[in-house]
């Protein structure tokens, strides 16, 4: 049982570059959340979905798109990176309001 | 606006003591609060599960209580091991609308053998 995975584990960009991270989960939850986590700030949601075809922003969602392609798979898009956006991002899953996290993408943007 | 605050930042104490770990938020219309454990470079596992109206959690050496009134809750951790270095953090869930989970910044904790 995988639980939630995330790919992929380390990336560099350059400003202005596009990428999309990718979620998947095997636990059948409806809900998935992006997180991303900065030294000192905890986490702060960027997008959540509730079920499959549904999405809405979270606190920090400017620069970011997502897309919850079916009940498994949730990515998030970074359409014209900036340094701003570089952060261990985070992608979890839910039942019964309990969150299960992945492992977390470590994104750098120079 | 609900604020989660844990203090302190960092803790460093001998293996083999007992120890507590704070969180407090500002809003008190909380649907529940969860404890987390990071490891360095890695994702959060769920430790602990309060729902809004419940007093406390036990898993093992861990102890979690919940005092809503107070807006405040504490993570005890038993006879701590150079294993249990690590962060911990709380979250809180609003209770009405939307699935908002507001995070604590999180203690960091290192437990000297």
Redesign the interface.
Known sequence: NAG?TQTPKFQVLKTGQSMTLQCAQDMNHN?M?W?RQDP??????IY?S?SEGTT?K??VPNGYNVSRLNKREFSLRLESAAPSQTSVY?C?S?SY????????T?LTVT | KQEVTQIPAALSVPEGENLVLNCSFTDSAIYNLQWFRQDPGKGLTSLLLIQSSQREQTSGRLNASLDKSSGRSTLYIAASQPGDSATYLCAVRRDTGGFKTIFGAGTRLFVKA
């Open positions: 939630v809900s959340y997180y000192g700030m905890g986490l702060r949601l959540y509730a809405d979270g606190e985070f979890a839910e309001y309990e969150q299960y996290f992945g492992p977390g470590r």
